[in-house]
């Protein structure tokens, strides 16, 4: 569980998790356990073949059974639901609790399991349950409980007063010192003669690195000319080697992308296609046109078992669409891509050598979205 990266905004859990020390787990640290960190370590321990998963075996009894929970998990916490996922759910946790009954013999239905049947219901009154739940409420109880009141304002009917003032006061310090980091969004920060920071701590790309980002570049201005190939005729485009590196950058409101962990694995879409990649590099740089623009430096991840049906290894493929998880390689190549094209971050978890028949450069990754399956 230490080697599974989680991206900033979910959950931590305890590093003594198991241990009487930590105490129970709060809602937020069951939904990173079950979403995130199971999906991720769990396959290790049951999985020794992705070809061969004997069907009537307890260790797929299990692993299916987990999925089956998990993907009733993901539909809960979608932010976006259709009749679709509620029917989705129904199945889901049918198929749950029959194979639990099978891995646990003396199984005892509680309260919870007969709740959770009225789910689809809800889905469908109601749509997205997050917008129903009642974390605000539980917060606020929270934020009241550790306000400082004596005995005195109780008695002296002083205690409403109290509580606006300390709520006031809040409001005004989150104001002063606002959470969100001030990070430009966007491709186009400013003109050039404006990002004098980016001049002062800009170097000069290899080779390898600009000829790609030549291209990239050339893509929205074809007559952007290589700065080598001289002489250059008059008021020609040369686009130079220089780019200012960054660590951190924001996508949108709730995606941040780093260079270094946690927020360094993403999803992004190209050519209309889902992919996933480690961000080694983050680069402003100055356009022909004299403006700036940012691009990631992506090291691709080559996704080994997506979809398909007719695969010897179809059963274990089918595990990881319920655990909304991904295995692939990271590759040594690697493209440029627009923030814009990044959909958010992912949890991910390196592989041991030869972990499912993966040589070296193996990662499973769970994308930190809140669809309710997979996108394949």
Request: charged content about 20%.
């Amino acid at each position: 569980m230490r080697d599974v990266v989680i991206p900033t905004g979910i959950t931590r859990l305890p590093l003594n998790l198991g241990e009487t020390k930590h105490g129970k787990l709060k809602a937020a640290q069951w939904h990173s356990l079950f979403a995130y960190v199971i999906p991720l370590i769990i396959l290790e321990l049951y999985v020794d073949d992705p070809q061969d998963i004997p069907m009537d075996s307890n260790k797929r009894n299990i692993i299916v059974n987990i999925g089956y929970l998990t993907q009733c998990t993901n539909i809960v916490c979608a932010k976006s639901v259709s009749d679709a996922d509620a029917n989705h759910f129904e199945s889901l946790y049918k198929k749950y609790t029959l194979s639990s009954k099978k891995i646990f013999h003396n199984l005892i239905i509680k309260p919870n399991h007969h709740y959770a049947l009225h789910i689809p219901e809800q889905i469908r009154m109601w749509g997205p349950l997050g917008q129903v739940a009642e974390f605000a409420g539980e917060r606020l109880i929270g934020v009241l409980q550790n306000f400082w009141l004596t005995y005195g304002i109780y008695v002296s009917g002083e205690m409403d007063r109290t509580m606006m003032r300390r709520f006031c006061q809040l409001q005004r310090l989150m104001a002063d010192h606002p959470i969100v980091e001030d990070i430009s969004l966007g491709d186009d920060p400013g003109p050039l003669n404006s990002r004098s920071q980016e001049k002062k701590n800009r170097i000069e790309l290899d080779d390898e690195e600009y000829e790609a980002l030549l291209s990239y570049v050339q893509i929205k201005s074809p007559d952007a000319r290589d700065h080598r190939k001289l002489p250059h005729p008059p008021n020609a485009k040369v686009f130079q080697p220089y780019v200012a590196p960054t660590k951190t950058w924001k996508v949108s409101d709730r995606v941040s992308v780093s260079v270094l962990k946690p927020n360094n694995c993403i999803e992004f879409k190209q050519h209309g296609k889902v992919q996933y990649g480690f961000v080694r590099q983050i680069y402003h740089f100055a356009t022909p046109e004299g403006k700036w623009n940012t691009v990631f430096l992506v090291n691709p991840i080559n996704n080994l078992f997506p979809k398909d049906l007719d695969s010897t290894s179809k059963d274990f493929r089918y595990i990881l669409f319920l655990l909304k998880a991904v295995v692939g390689i990271v590759e040594e190549e690697f493209t440029y891509l627009s923030p814009q094209s990044v959909s958010c971050v992912a949890a991910y978890r390196l592989l041991p050598p030869h972990t499912f028949g993966i040589a070296e450069a193996g990662i499973i990754l769970r994308p930190s979205d809140y669809n309710s399956q997979l996108s394949i």
